[in-house]
């Protein structure tokens, strides 16, 4: 049985640390996979980690996973809040999604509050900082352990 989880990252993520730190932190996403890596070595799962600043490669990652994976973390970024193809591609996915922004996108501006995403999630975890990667693969282990016994 697999135990790939795809870590996918949307838009402007590739600038994490350097971007509005106040909001996102200083940790860039190489911190955020190398702790991923670790994280998942204790929990007996292979990463594939992924960043795009475009909705078609996410959405080709995604039909990448659903033949190959046991489950996805996705932080669709800006995406989250505009995009139906995502939420398409992870409709036709049989595996748990956990959605994770590092920011706490309630406290934020009001386009933020929607999500696409969230109505394809087992859970989502926002505001957590880069934290928010670690947990979420912790739980997707739980719901990948628990559906392959
Ligand atoms: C984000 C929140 C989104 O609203 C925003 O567009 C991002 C990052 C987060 O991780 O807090 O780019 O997903």
Redo the contacts with the bound molecule.
């Keep these: 049985m697999s135990r790939i989880v795809y870590v996918l990252n ?4 590739n600038l994490l640390g350097k971007r509005q730190p106040a909001i ?1 932190g200083y940790e860039t996403l190489a911190d955020v996979e190398a702790d991923c890596r670790r994280v998942a070595q204790e929990l007996n799962l292979e990463i594939a980690f992924h960043q795009s600043n475009a909705e078609y490669q996410i959405i080709d990652w995604i039909h990448e996973a659903r033949e190959r994976a046991a489950g996805i973390v996705i ?4 995406f ?2 505009t995009s139906v193809a995502i939420l398409d591609a992870l409709n036709t996915c049989e595996f748990p999604i956990i959605e994770v ?3 706490n ?1 309630h406290r ?1 501006e009001a386009f ?1 509050h929607h999500s696409y995403v969230s109505t394809v999630a087992s859970g989502v975890i926002a505001g957590f900082g880069t934290q928010g990667y670690p947990l979420a693969l912790q739980r997707l282990a739980r719901l990948i352990d628990q559906s392959q016994n």
């Design positions: 949307g838009p402007n993520l996102y932080n669709p970024a800006a989250t809040h922004h590092i920011s996108v934020r933020r």
